[in-house]
Each structure stands twice: as C-alpha cells, then as structure tokens.
C-alpha cells in the first residue's frame, strides 16, 4: 500500500475562468486522473491536505505534513508538493525520518500543471510511485527523470528543471 | 544509460484524417514527448524499428526483436511494444537473456494512443523506464502500475487492462 | 431555435481501447461538447439519430433523415453527418426542400474525430450553427470556412479538404 | 478578404513554467491554430499587435486599435480582445465607424485561453469569421453563440458569460 499525500502545489493547479488565474482547488482529481491506469493494480490511498502554492507554505504547515507522514500506517509515502519549496519540506522530513524511521518518503510536484498538460505531471508521479517500491528508508525527491536523496537534487530556476547536484 | 527499442503498436499510433483511421507511424515521435520533461537528466538513446501493430508481428520480427537487444551495448532496454503479443516477444527475449545475459529488459506500451490521451501511454513508460534501474537481470512487463516478470503478469482482453497472475 | 440532427461520422467517433479502434458512439458527447459555451445564449436541440460512418450509410438512411428534417418543427436546422457521402444526403435534402420549403439546413462534419482534435470539429459546426441565422432556404455545406450551396462545394480527398466548386 | 487584429486577451494566454504564470506572448500563434483547419479557404491576413490582458489596456492602445482598424485594406475586420474591456474598445470604435464607415468590425475573445482549452476559443472566433460576411456596417461583439451590436450585449462577470443585453 502507498500513501499519496497531496498538498497541492502547480501539479494540481487549474484555470479558473470566472478569476482570469490558476488556482490550487482543494481537491485531488488532478491526482486521480493521472493515476486512473494504476488504479486497480496498484494500492493507493490519496490523502489531501493544505492544497496550497508551496511559496505560501509556512512552518505550520510543514509541521502539519510531518505529522500526516509520522501518522501514515503505510511505510511508502508519496508527497505531491510544489517546487519551489519542496527542498525545504523534505529537509523537515528527513530530520523527523532520520530518527523515527524506516518510511520510505518520496517528493514530486510538477512544472506544468496536470490540466495544462499531463504529460509531465504524469511522469513525475509515476516515477516517484513507481521508484517508492525499490528504495531504502530515506526522503528522496523525484522529478524530472531523477529519483535521488533529497539532498542530491536541487531545482534550477533559470531552466525550471530538476538537476542533480554537484 | 537507457536504450529504448520502440516498434510500434498502440502507444504510438495517431490519426489519418485522409484515410480515416489510425496508423502506426514510422518514427518515435510519441516516444519522445512522452519523455519530453526527463530527457536531459537520463541518458536514454531509441531506436526506431519494425512500428507495427503487434497483431501484426511475424516471427521474422520477434528474431530481429532480439538481435536489437542483443546488439545493445546497454544493460538496461525499455521496449515499447503492442500489448496484443507482447507476452509472445517477452518469451522469445527471455529465452535469450536467461542464455545470454546480464541485460534488464523491460516491455512496456498502451491501451490508447499517446496522440489520444497521452496519461496511460506517458505512465506505463515511465513506470518502465524507472523501474528498469532497480531490477535484477530478466524479462519484464511494465503496464498499468505492475512491473513484473513477464510470466507473472497477462493483458486481461475483457478488461482492457494488464493484471497480475494467479 | 436550432434543431441539430446528429447522424455521426467522424465528427463523434471515439477510441474504443478495448477494441483497439475508432468507433462512432451512439450518443451525442462530441456535439454537446463542442456547444458547452454556446448552449446557454442559443436554443438548441439536438436530435440524435443513425450514427454511423457515412460510408455505411444506406439510402433507407437517407429517407430517414430526410423525414426527420421535414418534421422538424424549426426552421433551421443543422445536420452532422461523415465527410464521405455528405454530398448524396445534401441532394437528397436538397430535392425535398425544393418542394416543401422554407427551412435552411447546413450540414457539417469533421475529418478528425472531436474526441482527438476538437479544433477542426468545434470550427465546423460553430461556422454551420452561426450561418444557419443569415442564409435563405436551401441546402447548404458548412466545412473549413466555407458555407456554401451544397453543389459548390467538395471534398478533395486526397486533401482530406473541402474547396469550392470550379 | 478578413483582417484579424490580435489584441492579445486571455484568448492568447500560455503557460509560462519558468515564472508560474499564465502570460500574453506577442505572438499569434493561438489564432493560427484555431485557424488551421480554415486558413486555405478563407482569406484571411493576421495582424498582431499590443498583446496585453484587456485590463492593462490604457487609451493609448484604443486609439493605436482604431488606427490599426482605419488603415485596413479590408471591409471585414475581427478583433480578438481581451473580454475585461471588450466594451470600451468597442465603444471606442463605434464612435469611429459611425463617421468613417462601410467597416463591419466584430470583437471576440475567449475566458478560458485556447492553450488550456480550445474549444471555446475556436467558437468564439469561428462565429466572429463566419458571421463578419454576414453582417452590415457597425460593431459588433461575438461571444459565446452571440453575434450582437456590441451596445446590445455584455459580460456577466459572475457567470463568465456574455449575454443580450435586456
């Protein structure tokens, strides 16, 4: 069993017509239909949370997804998160694995939104769940074709791609 | 680095408006959006060959199938395969591997066309390519969310859907 | 108030996965789709009916659409119908409409299949559904800009591209 | 022969990775892929220019459009506008071609940006194209299946609608 934890971030984001902008809605259907070939084969529980722009993230919140990784029954936990903080999110995760654990906690999150086009919000997902099966207890984030520790990667913002470090 | 051997099948066909159906082309176009976002961070190299409907394999294909893996100077090969036989070309390939080899081989491709919706094509790959760093040597099946030995998993035809064995 | 006749063709056809082809529906997805931000300022209702690839349309098929648009009690009256014989179902609407009346009817029709591509699909009827106000009595073929007499206008196919006569 | 003038609008809107954000691009690209499938039949020539989110648009750009308008060649002129201030743009050029002219000059735009969707996009200035033959001199407003004198039709901000005025 694998549990998704959904905070929101650009891989849920969708157009609201009546604002003019893209909004985080407070729901997971973005997750949903890029899992909808997995499903069946697959046990996936989705829990949704926070739902916001990782930018607006703040301590509590972190602190609030710690606490849903800590409470998780299942060992291998998938975060979709937004990027730009996401470096931060899994260096609170690590210090709180480190000592408790043997979870296994992959981040992803995605550039384009899903409902923009889902080609690589799928593929980040895929790989982190796909990738959460193999790995040793650790946070780890996966994007863009990387599947690494948390601290070997690192987001470049001029390219809006993830980059292996050093 | 990863090789890709992509011969056709449903991941890759897409619409003729001047004959009214779907054909599989003769080129990786599919292969290579889906991949679009990963790219830069994985070295994978694909090779285009035989692009049938694997309906429309012929043993003659299934030989030429092997000496493609065979010649790869990579370990690890991702093929991108119709889902009709591709319980047929995974045993012919694993004939050869259990001889031969050290080489990862995993099959992989779709239900729809990557040109139709591009979210089941873009996850069997992916699910493919990720897994293929983690595995033993052998004969795999990546589709819908499974990545198994090849003769643990079968296309359930009702269903439309890959399902695990027994 | 517009009466739409759906009849199919590749206006509505959909992948089936299961068959691993293109099928025409028997419902009306694709023209209620390609209307959602219409449907609100114009009366529309639409008829469905037939639901078939034109090519396998027969002439009992015809005289079926041909008393369906005599009995429509609106006036103008827009028909969806595959690109292949639309030109045999306009002269036979077309001999009809000549004795009986004052109805104008357009036909239209798409050479990718809404569910595909919706932007050729959605343009069609769009051009039909907007002309069908302005026109005089008759038979008329709206497709690829041009909304015209159905005996100026053809399909060339080998461009897959309807043109003006002469 | 048409003039399409492109204003820029949510119409034209592009997701933008790198800052996160929906942006107008100085291109016109949108357009042209709403006119694909009619671009060989219809005479029609693009000009792109001020490329703003109707909101930014000050007087200066009003009176830059009128110009634009004034010196076309062409009778029949489709504007694509950003919906926030379609009216004034509208009202700006009313006052113009009642003294000039023969002009038929019809505004369109889209709330959902064609990249994101293109169905309503492609309605929307599908129904401006066709109805611009149609119509007689003034100006006009196409949105949303309405064809209207733009004093008779106007933007219902909390449905995102257009509507008849009365």
Redesign the interface.
Known sequence: MIRIINTGG?FNKR?D??A???VVPADDRAVE??????????EIAITGTIYKDSLEMEEADRAALCEEVAGAEEDAVVIIHGT?TMDRSARALAAWVQVAGKKRVVLTGA???F??????A???L??A???VE?LDPGVYVAM????LPHDEITKN????????IG
């Open positions: 650009t157009y017509p009546i003019g902008t893209l239909a890029a899992l909808a070939s997995v499903g069946g084969n697959v730009d550039m384009v939104p409902s923009i086009d889902p080609v690589e799928t593929a980040n895929i790989s769940v796909t990738a193999y863009h074709g990387l599947v913002r001029e390219l809006g791609l993830f980059e292996r």
